[in-house]
């Protein structure tokens, strides 16, 4: 199996190059943009949109002839992202280009990639650290995109493909709750607490309201500097938290590697976007838009792919108020989860990752194992839909 890994990676271009490199963005841009007002707004084909405006973008923009049909196959791509959010496409600006193996190559013994610009091919130092000389030793990459950062030097992301193992037969679904309190609660116990992050969060929380109100009533220079301050502080945090969340990861899936398991979560990405499923609660809806759980989420699924360990995404429908034992919906209160049917009580959260971790058992290949016999043969709403879901909301 392969796994991508995007390597962004700062280049060096002389003054001439810079120039070569705008006029490359500009006419890539404007292609796309001509390709998207020229073609009808439904067709998302990356072949019925080159059928159209293939000759037109050559003679128009100047591309060369991969990169025109590139950019007919960003403007499909964009329109399929657009459609599946139920948004217009947005107008292409003169920030990237996609680059494919006749127009873009890597050369190790200089350390430079050569690209297809307005002018024809050009070589461009890349500047890197050890760390993308590493991932990119020895490759042949066949797909890239020209950026122009926001700090206005121009970065190449290059695709690279990894050999992964091929993912173990599981044994058993470890579960994972994305925190109420706790960041994460699996269901073998473990907790990561999220009390470090609280503190550290309300303490820059503080911080930012008193300089805000310096920076609202200081001086000019004094507004300029207290603005930096907030700055840097907000990529202190957000250091801290894509520290803490690498850490989470990396422990869960390093369980599910060395126990055989398959590692389920709750399927929260996308509740904002669909239309029919709100958010239930305020919980849910903080989740889901938190960049910090998409993180861990996408930090999980990244390892597990690594690592050979599947990772599954379960709806999030009831694990909270159900009881992992008899599938009665039981009584929380805060941390606390009782259920009066059978009696058991506990932390609410290890309640929550059980639940995950039985849904994940019924939905993976671990199919069988009797969960869902006793679902469909109980009245609970909720977990009558799991059997519904089928293989496609899970990953990999
Ligand atoms: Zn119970």
Redesign the pocket.
Known sequence: MKQVLTLVCKINPTSEQVAQIEATLKAFADACNYANEQVKPQITSKTTIQNLVYQDLRSLFGLSANLAVRACARVGANRKTAKQKNKPVKSFKPTSADYDARIFAFREKDWTISLTLTEGREHIKLDVGNYQQGKLKGKKPTSAQLCKHRDASYYIHIQIKDEVPEPFKPSHVIGVDFGRRDIAVTSNGDKWDGKQITEIRDRYAKVRTSLQKKATKGTRSTRRRTRQILQRLSGRERRFQQWLNHQISYRIIQQAQSTSAIVAIENLTGIRERTNQQPRNKVERRRSNSWAFYQLRSFLEYKGIKEGVEVIAVPPAYTSQT??????I?LRSDKRFK??????HGDADLNGAKNISSIGASVSRLRGSGYLCCTLSTDISGLLKAPSLSRGEAYL
Request: hydrophobic residues 15%.
């Open positions: 009881c992992h034992q008899c599938l009665h039981g259920c009066g049917n059978c009696g058991w």
